[in-house]
């Protein structure tokens, strides 16, 4: 008998007691391999002396002080580790407490700056289907993810939405990516001129997208186009790096692999690695200047702003992953886990495409590699797959509606940063069994 309102009313969740680097213990002492670091939180694994070492100093120092009255060292300390390490021209850090206030964040500062601005007729905020920018009203209400939507449909605020750019579904026969690319970003240019520039305050992509459609990267050059199309227009570029961001593709940042910067960048996940709830927004020096020639402040503020048991969390994590060079470890093991996951499934009839970037990877579950015709929804593959993973001891974040948000189904693989040759074997091999097993047990004309 349980009185929390767990995720899943009638499911049977196995109780988390330890964990230990790649592996979580439950109750029972069954081991489970994260090898999707929870929801690409994880990075570098579970408890890890450094980070719990540098958690019990802080709580010994100062556990929390509201950010109304002090700032704090290691607030400090974070935000200038991050600002050094910040794509081009992102110059200031604001704190949160995860990815839905990193993206409510992110959007109050585009509107905020153009009320400081003088363009107070930009309002229109167009992101892109298929995408997840998390769950409170304003995140949702960007977020193209239409099952997560549909509920909450009359709550949310007027958002515009385009195509993703999702090569595996949506690039023609015979078009060369560079053609792909130019036509992806040019429905944002088309949106813009429809809902009127003058109108646009912001464009949102996750520039790999995560859990809607399984570690898609994009094509070509659609981000600089992207990036073109918002500066020609005077549409500011928001980022969402909270789960492909921090290292996880290879890079601490999945754009510096575009060859852009933001205007506004959201990060959490991998930022603390689950050790605290931390995330943050990265703003371009231009809305921090609008701000503090401005009102001189960011209308806005939570009460665990800044908090500094989390910016403590995050400092070691990334202190753990610099020193450590563990972004050549995520190269390294994400070309292995793509390679050996090629081996495993690239002649499997029902996977129809690999894909991702660094520790960042998806398979693609289709009923017809041929025609990809995804699975009836009804028989929730997904769902199936991540039973009878953790059965085998694995962890793996499988999700339905990959291809429009109802069909489709998808698992992404986000390993921690210190997972090694030895896993990645493991990792594949019960993937393997566990997807196996989970087409096997379909009703029989389903498979
Ligand atoms: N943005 C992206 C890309 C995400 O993947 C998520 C969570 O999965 C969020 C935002 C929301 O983050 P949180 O669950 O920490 O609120």
């Known amino acids: 008998m349980t009185r929390i309102l767990h995720r899943q009313i009638h499911a049977e969740f196995p109780t988390a007691v330890g964990g230990k680097g790649i592996e979580i213990v439950d109750a029972e002492g069954r081991r489970y391999i994260d090898a999707s670091g929870g929801a690409a939180v994880s990075c570098l694994g579970h408890g890890h002396p450094e980070v719990i070492a540098a958690l019990h100093a802080q709580l010994d120092r100062l556990a929390f002080a509201h950010t109304s009255f002090f700032t704090s060292e290691v607030a400090e300390r974070l935000a200038d580790r991050l600002v050094e390490d910040a794509p081009a021209g992102l110059s200031h850090v604001y704190f949160t407490s995860g990815g839905s206030e990193s993206i409510e964040t992110a959007l109050k500062m585009a509107r905020q700056y153009f009320v400081e601005t003088g363009q107070p007729q930009r309002r229109h905020v167009i992101a892109r289907r298929q995408s997840y920018h998390g769950n409170t009203l304003g995140a949702l209400a960007t977020g193209g993810n239409e099952w997560r939507r549909a509920p909450f449909r009359p709550l949310l605020i007027e958002t515009h939405h385009i195509d993703p750019c999702f090569a595996y579904r949506l690039q023609e026969p015979g078009e060369s990516d560079e053609d792909y690319a130019a036509r992806a970003a040019q429905a944002l240019e088309d949106k813009i001129l429809e809902l009127g520039p003058e109108t646009v305050a912001a464009f949102v992509a996750e520039t790999v997208v995560g859990a809607t459609m399984g570690a898609v990267p994009p094509v070509a050059d659609y981000f600089k186009r992207i990036r073109a199309i918002c500066d020609r227009h005077g549409v500011l570029l928001i980022l969402d790096e909270v789960?492909?961001?921090?290292?996880?593709?290879?890079?601490?940042?999945?754009?510096?692999?575009?060859?852009?910067?933001?205007?506004?960048?959201?990060?959490?996940?991998?930022?603390?690695?689950?050790?605290?709830?931390?995330?943050?927004?990265?703003?371009?020096?231009?809305?921090?200047?609008?701000?503090?020639?401005?009102?001189?402040?960011?209308?806005?503020?939570?009460?665990?702003?800044?908090?500094?048991?989390?910016?403590?969390?995050?400092?070691?994590?990334?202190?753990?992953?610099?020193?450590?060079?563990?972004?050549?470890?995520?190269?390294?093991?994400?070309?292995?886990?793509?390679?050996?996951?090629?081996?495993?499934?690239?002649?499997?009839?029902?996977?129809?495409?690999?894909?991702?970037?660094?520790?960042?990877?998806?398979?693609?579950?289709?009923?017809?590699?041929?025609?990809?015709?995804?699975?009836?929804?009804?028989?929730?593959?997904?769902?199936?797959?991540?039973?009878?993973?953790?059965?085998?001891?694995?962890?793996?974040?499988?999700?339905?509606?990959?291809?429009?948000?109802?069909?489709?189904?998808?698992?992404?693989?986000?390993?921690?940063?210190?997972?090694?040759?030895?896993?990645?074997?493991?990792?594949?091999?019960?993937?393997?069994?566990a997807v196996d097993a989970a087409i096997a047990g379909l009703p029989a004309k389903a498979a």
């Open 243 to 433: 789960m492909c961001g921090m290292g996880r593709t290879g890079t601490l940042h999945a754009c510096t692999q575009e060859g852009i910067a933001p205007d506004l960048m959201a990060i959490a996940k991998g930022l603390g690695g689950g050790y605290q709830p931390i995330g943050a927004v990265l703003l371009a020096r231009r809305i921090f200047d609008a701000f503090a020639h401005g009102s001189g402040f960011f209308q806005h503020g939570h009460t665990y702003t800044g908090h500094p048991m989390a910016c403590a969390a995050g400092l070691a994590v990334q202190e753990v992953i610099r020193g450590e060079r563990l972004m050549d470890n995520v190269a390294a093991m994400g070309a292995r886990l793509a390679r050996r996951l090629g081996e495993r499934f690239g002649n499997h009839p029902q996977v129809g495409d690999i894909r991702g970037r660094g520790l960042f990877l998806g398979v693609e579950l289709v009923a017809d590699r041929a025609t990809k015709a995804p699975f009836d929804p009804a028989l929730k593959l997904h769902a199936r797959v991540k039973r009878e993973a953790m059965a085998r001891g694995l962890m793996v974040y499988p999700m339905g509606g990959t291809v429009d948000g109802v069909q489709g189904d998808h698992v992404l693989l986000a390993p921690p940063f210190i997972v090694d040759g030895a896993a990645v074997e493991a990792i594949v091999e019960r993937l393997g069994d």
